[in-house]
């Protein structure tokens, strides 16, 4: 059996701590590393949004074989340190991904070698599969935290090769786990939103089955008279809620709720993996499609043209940065410190009208609007001379009228 980096067999570490959910795959990872390493396994579980998904961790964990378990509330971290920078930016992957596993995964690293480090680790392991982006997301952080601690990755060592092996691994061992072979989705759930892959969706050509839809209710069964909500944002972040203040934890809570009732959020896609190949996946992010939505509304109001354009171009950059797993970057910081700089005068409130899985804008304000109504206006007056433009075309189209003229005088046209 091959052995990953560092973690060779005259090498085995004594004390492995684990990113923990305890789903499937890593519940059946604390026996494999006992049975196979002969380890001390330390589990850390940190709560980003999952909600019950939580509930019972710690017992179920120590009963899998863990000496110990970090349960820790990240939620207020997750939001202000990573999704709000992630709302400023703009960055959408391949026109429809917002982002949601990519970005906690560099904070749920990070924090787990925070505990290996204080534990006296010597190894770190993960669930992830050797297919998939989230290995090169949680290593990438370990590489930038502590990049002498060898990685464990027992996807690609182990003789399983199928989540029906698995489970099947699991119930030999009495690990009790929620996926049942005739529904092997493999779900991620956080404050920003719900996956879905695995089972049927792994065929481009089928639909995505209702019963896969958790936080989204369906377009056909949402409120007739629809609804509408008003987002706030100062500097870019967003700060209320329909007139309320919340905290940034209850704002994302909140918006979820209203955009799940109006089936606002249901993403499907076929995306191009950091490793190589094309997946497909199923996404619902309510609360998070309102706020961008609003946030790039807001944005068109309060950012001049050449600052808009080319922050459109470093948000694909910046995307590109969060889906492979390179948060921990010195170009990452400095796109940040880029998009703070914009986000100084977007402040205001955009409102939106929810219909069954539409959303339709119905304005937006803001202090520091560059909409100018004397000037934009189809009305004349004295803010713009409409006679200036001839002169603007005839400057901007210069160089067109010179190579028409070049261009009759080499290839003259023909007499007719």
């Given at each position: ?129 050797g297919k998939g982006n989230d290995q090169v997301r949680f290593e990438l952080t370990y590489k930038a ?235 004349m007056g004295a803010s713009y001379d409409q006679k200036d433009a001839a002169g603007f075309i005839n ?22």
């Open positions: 059996m091959a052995r990953d980096q560092g973690a060779s067999v005259n090498s085995k570490p004594k004390k492995v701590v684990l990113a923990y959910s305890g789903g499937l795959d890593t519940s059946i990872i604390i026996p494999w590393l006992r049975e196979n390493y002969g380890c001390e396994v330390i589990a850390m579980a940190g709560d980003i949004g999952q909600g019950d998904e939580l509930q019972g961790v710690e017992e179920k964990a120590k009963a899998s074989g863990a000496s110990k378990i970090y349960v820790e509330d990240l939620r207020q971290e997750f939001v202000t340190d990573f999704l709000w920078p992630l709302v400023r930016s703009g960055a959408v992957y391949e026109h429809k991904y917002l982002l949601g596993t990519s970005i906690a995964r560099p904070l749920l690293a990070r924090r787990q070698v925070e505990v290996a480090l204080q534990e006296g680790a010597d190894a770190v392991a993960h669930g992830c599969t935290f502590a990049p002498h601690m060898p990685v464990i990755a027992p996807w690609r060592e182990w003789n399983i090769s199928s989540r029906e092996e698995a489970l099947e691994y699991a119930r030999q061992h009495n690990i009790p786990v929620a996926v049942s072979a005739g529904k092997l989705y493999s779900r991620d759930r956080n404050l920003w939103h719900l996956s879905h892959e695995g089972g049927v969706l792994e065929d481009p050509a089928c639909a995505v089955p209702d019963d896969v839809w958790q936080l989204t209710e369906s377009p056909r069964q949402a409120p007739e008279k629809g609804g509408e909500v008003q987002i706030g944002f100062e500097s870019g972040v967003p700060v209320a809620v329909n007139g309320k203040r919340p905290g940034p934890v209850e704002i994302v809570q909140t918006l979820n709720k209203i955009g799940g009732e109006h089936a606002i959020g249901r993403t499907e896609l076929v995306e191009n993996r950091f490793v190589g190949m094309k997946s497909r996946g199923a996404y619902e992010t309510p609360g998070g499609t309102l706020i961008v939505l609003a946030h790039r509304e807001l944005e068109a109001l309060c950012l001049d043209r050449e600052t808009a354009h080319y922050k459109q171009h470093l948000a694909l950059d910046y995307a590109r940065l969060v889906y492979n797993g390179f948060w921990y970057t010195p170009l990452r910081e400095a796109l940040d410190a880029f998009f703070e700089q914009t986000q100084k005068t977007v402040t205001g409130e955009v409102r939106l009208r929810l219909y069954r899985g539409n959303v339709e804008v119905l304005g937006r304000t803001s202090p520091h609007s560059l909409y100018a109504h004397d000037i934009a206006s189809f009305t400057l901007i189209g210069l160089s067109l009228q010179v190579r028409a003229a070049v261009e009759s005088r080499v290839s003259p046209r023909p007499k007719s």
